[in-house]
């Protein structure tokens, strides 16, 4: 079993549409949980962390973490074709992230 | 602030040669990360440094792969021999933040795409 496990893609949706990402993981004591944006040929960027359960938001982005499901997932609001990358979901236990293999995300304009 | 920075960020070898790459963290940060990205993969970490002490270098292949950072600043990350499956793209990485810290945000540098043929 993967330590991380990102939901398949390529997703592609409208512009102005949400898109919803999933990740679960494994290891029950991971703390720390992080959204990377990875455009193309690009290095990856933090755009999200939680480490407790609930939502959090950050303008059109939301978090959303239950840790008794061991299940993390990335809202993106009012999608837009700035937004067509590669998002991948690391979990952290301790100091070591690991990182899912991430889904694709395209915005048709 | 100046970001991480990596060098080179092409490289193209044949197997069985040998490779080094750079990397240079955010000033002050002690914590210093490589991975290897596979294309179609998520980052794989290849070794962790708290200040110039090695934390973790559980999947690093020893037998080719080495690493040091000499002074607690900038690494060298070095293939030898390398082989097809190499090819790769290696990231360095920096965090303000040392072992044990929940919220560890990674800085990533460029990359250094690998290519062996």
């Known amino acids: 079993q993967k330590e991380v496990e990102q939901n398949s893609g390529p997703l592609s949706v409208p512009e102005g549409a949400i898109a919803s990402l999933n990740c679960t993981y494994s290891?029950?004591?991971?703390?720390?949980f992080f959204w990377y944006r990875q455009y193309s040929g690009k290095s990856p960027e933090l755009i999200m962390f939680i480490y407790s359960n609930g939502d959090k938001e950050d303008g059109r982005f939301t978090a959303q973490l239950n840790k008794a499901s061991q299940y993390v997932s990335l809202l993106i609001r009012d999608s837009q074709p700035s937004d067509s990358a590669t998002y991948l979901c690391?979990?952290?236990?301790?100091?070591?992230?690991?990182f899912g293999a991430g889904t694709t995300v395209t915005v048709r304009a | 602030e100046a970001g991480v920075a990596q060098s080179p960020r092409y490289k193209i070898i044949e197997k069985r040669q040998s490779v080094a790459f750079w990397c240079n963290p955010i000033?002050?940060?002690?914590?210093l990360y490589w991975y290897q990205q596979i294309l179609g993969q998520g980052p794989k970490l290849l070794i962790q440094f708290q200040n110039n002490g090695v934390v973790d270098d559980s999947q690093l292949p020893k037998d080719r792969f080495s690493a040091e950072r000499l002074k607690g600043v900038d690494s060298t990350l070095k293939i030898q021999p390398a082989k097809l499956e190499d090819s790769a793209v290696y990231l360095c990485?920096?965090?303000?933040?040392?072992?044990?810290?929940?919220?560890?945000?990674?800085?990533f540098g460029p990359g250094t795409r690998l290519t062996v043929l």
């Open positions: 000033s002050g940060h002690a914590t």
């Open positions: 990485a920096s965090s303000p933040s040392g072992s044990g810290r929940p919220n560890n945000e990674q800085f």
């Open positions: 690391a979990v952290t236990n301790d100091y070591k992230l690991s």
């Open positions: 290891d029950r004591g991971s703390q720390s």
